[in-house]
């Protein structure tokens, strides 16, 4: 049976936030409030959970939900290396809502879907969030909605759309209707790479540009590569096809109604909910 507590009451809070963090622990949803949208979260090292947390929202393997982390030290083993101008990105804008895309650190024993050997991560900015992950660790989370509807700005939205199909409702009250920004940093190890916005949201480019200067690719830049592989997937096997059609870091942006990363990132992004 599915509870809500609410997080406005200390007591609700602690009992709230112990009773998600055990249900995660046994491959159970829980939905949080994030600074962007509610995000449904799964333990991210439990494939179990995560299959658990696509169903809940009718998604497939092809579109993997993000990965919400606690502290930035979590980024740096979650991913395979963290780009000198990414650390300046996430000292400007962590914990907010920017969902960054990276190579995944290849040791890690997860299946968060076709990830494609990447993962979209990101620093909530809010303290239950926040509070929940310093006690579990990475949390996949992808927007608190059915795929296809509007993203939930609150628990009691949340639990129209999910239902049962989650454990925990974590009751942070309102919360803003702005998905996070979600862009792609794993091609900057490559010879002239960029980083490339694959959603826009709470992070303007205006901001990410004050940043990256020139290392952000410009939209005609973007179309090109998204031009380049609709040739690439026309030219290629069925097979091929459905993987070229959906890259690891268009997955981050699957979701791109003003939902969550959610981010879902690998994700839509919001990888962010993702939050």
Not at 69 to 92: F, M, Q, Y
Request: charged share 20%.
């Amino acid at each position: 049976m599915s509870r809500i507590y609410d997080c406005a009451e200390s007591a609700q809070l602690v009992t709230g936030l112990k009773l998600a963090a055990s249900s995660l622990g046994r491959g159970e949803l829980v939905v949080i409030p994030t600074d962007t949208v509610y995000g449904v979260a799964a333990d991210a090292f439990s494939p179990a959970a995560v299959r658990a947390l696509l169903a809940a929202k009718g998604r497939g393997r092809q579109q993997p939900p993000p990965v919400l982390v606690a502290d930035v030290g979590t980024l740096h083993a979650l991913a395979e290396s963290v780009p000198a101008i990414v650390t300046e990105l996430v000292a400007a804008f962590w914990p907010g809502g920017l969902t960054i895309v990276l190579n995944a650190q290849p040791s890690l024993a997860w299946d968060l879907g076709d990830t494609h050997g990447t993962v979209a991560v990101r620093m909530p900015d809010n303290p239950i969030a926040l509070a929940l992950l310093r006690e579990t660790g990475p949390l996949a989370v992808s927007s608190a909605n059915l795929t296809g509807l509007p993203s939930a700005t609150s628990a009691a939205d949340a639990e129209l759309m999910l239902g049962t199909s989650v454990h925990i409702y974590l009751d942070g009250g309102p919360v803003g209707q702005t998905a996070s920004t979600i862009i792609d940093a794993s091609r900057l190890s490559g010879p002239g790479g960029k980083v490339h916005v694959l959603r826009d949201g709470a992070i303007s480019r205006e901001q990410l540009r004050g940043i990256l200067g020139d290392l952000l690719a410009e939209d005609d830049e973007a179309a090109r590569t998204e031009a380049a592989a609709s040739e690439a997937a026309a030219e290629s096997t069925p097979s091929e096809a459905a993987a070229a059609e959906s890259t690891p870091s268009e997955a981050a942006a699957a979701e791109s109604t003003p939902s969550e990363d959610a981010a879902g990132a690998s994700a839509e992004p919001e990888a962010g909910a993702g939050g």
